[in-house]
């Protein structure tokens, strides 16, 4: 799919309320998906609704999902309809009024069949996807996974086709008449930052924190590709 095909509306993703921060750029859609780190996975499992968060990682047009092979959730999501939600807390928006109290934010919803993947090398690349969108540069230092950790983990596959990205950022939208009741209004920014990384305790000597990692560190001033 085009990164040039706009986002369509659909039944399911359709906005009823707040039209106006619905994006329709599909470019935004990757956006917001590409600067997560969990997304959370809506499905009906044994009759109940289940919200599981979970790890993911976006290849073109095509979300990957993991998770343990005996995990009740993602078996009942395979062949399923499914709805994942991916979403970014950037700002508390603090208005003169209790009623337009409200957040800056960034998200994304998508509905689709979950498929099971059970091809290996495309479960290898979706597995890479899943790493690189938590811990990107760790696929090509560690130990790739095991046949026997393939058949413990168990990933899905859903397509990019429905979904609806929501944002909204700015200050506060106060009643005129409440501009003059003397009480402060404005944001206060939300930010995810990395620190210093910790070394495993077992870890060997002369093993030296790698640069994909250190990359990552947050510095004053400076927010580091992924952080947010």
């Not at 799919?1 to 750029?25: F, K, Q, V, W």
């Not at 397509?159 to 200050?171: D, T």
């Not at 560190?217 to 590709?225: D, K, L």
Request: aromatic content about 4%; overall charge positive; charged content about 25%.
């Amino acid at each position: 799919m085009s990164t040039r095909a706009p986002l369509s509306s659909t039944p399911r993703t359709h906005l009823n309320r707040l039209r106006e921060r619905g994006r329709s750029d599909r470019r935004e859609l990757y956006a917001v998906l590409d600067a997560g780190l969990v997304c959370h996975l809506g499905v009906v499992a044994d009759g109940s609704p289940v919200v599981l968060p979970t790890g993911y990682g976006r290849v073109g047009d095509t979300l990957y999902l993991h998770g343990s092979a005996a995990n009740r959730a993602l078996a009942a999501a395979a062949g399923q309809q499914v709805c994942v939600t991916v979403t970014h807390l950037d700002g508390i928006v603090h208005a003169r009024s209790v009623f337009h109290h409200s957040v800056n934010y960034r998200s994304a919803m998508i509905f689709g069949p979950a498929r099971a993947v059970t091809d290996d090398p495309e479960r290898l690349r979706g597995l890479r996807a899943i790493t690189d969108q938590l811990a990107p540069g760790q696929w090509e230092t560690a130990r790739a996974p095991s046949r026997k950790e393939l058949a413990a983990t168990r990933v899905l596959a859903l397509p990019l086709g429905e979904a609806s990205v929501k944002i909204r950022s700015g200050p506060a939208s106060d009643d005129d008449q409440d501009h003059r009741l003397g009480v402060w209004a404005g944001v206060l920014p939300v930010r995810m930052v990395f620190g210093e990384p910790e070394p495993d305790p077992a870890l060997e000597p002369g093993v030296d924190v790698p640069a994909h990692v250190r990359g990552r560190v947050s510095v004053a001033g400076r927010a580091p590709r992924g952080s947010r």
